[in-house]
């Protein structure tokens, strides 16, 4: 909770950088304020106080669009990885995986994954 609390006083989370297993995120989430959110959500893991600290205003809905996003991604990828579908992780660390088409059941692999 310390390192939180430093983090947040610092503001370092600003410029921090992804993990390598998460820079992924970064050709989903292309605008400042969304790459702001995956920053502050990865650190806090809370997207509660996310305009407070950050100063970045968007409405609880985007926020919650934001994190169901990610959430999914997130989740995908752990499926296609536990399955070893290589496929599927590939299409999803290039970029190219379409939420909205996997929401429609459009995706050949979509019975590996369990969302």
Not at 15 to 34: A, M
Not at 72 to 87: D, S, V
């Amino acid at each position: 909770m310390l390192e939180r609390d430093l983090e947040l006083i610092s503001g370092n989370f600003f410029e921090l950088e992804l993990p390598k297993s998460k820079r992924y995120l970064l050709k989903y989430f292309k605008t400042d304020i969304q790459r702001q959110f995956i920053r502050y959500y990865l650190i806090f893991g809370t997207a509660k106080y996310f305009v407070q600290h950050t100063g970045c205003y968007c409405q609880i809905r985007w926020r919650q669009l934001m994190l169901v996003k990610y959430k999914t991604l997130e989740k995908a990828l752990k499926q296609a990885r536990k399955n070893m579908n290589f496929n599927l992780i590939t299409l999803i660390e290039s970029g190219k995986f379409k939420l909205a088409k996997y929401n429609r059941g459009e995706y050949n692999d979509q019975k590996d994954i369990d969302i």
